[in-house]
């Protein structure tokens, strides 16, 4: 069954852009883990409009203190090149709030 996710954008005067996965035991910065068809969406808790792009889906102007719309993981989405036995791939994105970041999401098998 899939699973909905939040990633949270935080960002302040004079601190870079920075994505935490909203998951309990997932140390700030690291990629969440996900599978395909699951949802995602980023919670801007910055003082600033941001936005989400990636190759497929892209989130304009979200303000502070809401959400995107859902992103839903699609395979067509995935970087294979990093595959393993557990791990599908990965799947880059930029957020931009004050500043830019690049996060990761890493899709995990079924």
């Known amino acids: 069954m899939a699973q909905a996710w939040s990633i949270i954008v935080n960002a302040s005067r004079g601190v870079p852009t920075q994505l935490n996965p909203d998951v309990f035991g997932i140390p700030p910065g690291q990629p ?3 599978q395909i068809g699951d949802l995602v969406s980023w919670n801007n808790q910055s003082g600033y409009s941001c ?3 990636m190759d497929s889906w892209s989130a304009n102007h979200i303000p502070p203190f809401t959400s995107s719309p859902g992103y839903v993981i699609l395979d067509e ?3 294979k090149a990093g595959a393993t036995g557990e791990v599908v791939g990965t799947i880059q994105y930029v957020a931009s709030a004050n500043g830019f970041a690049t996060g990761w999401i890493t899709v995990l098998k079924s």
Do not use: C, E
Request: hydrophobic share 45%; proline share 0%.
């Open 77 to 79: 989405d995935i970087d």
């Open 51 to 53: 936005s989400i792009q």
């Open 32 to 34: 969440l883990k996900a």
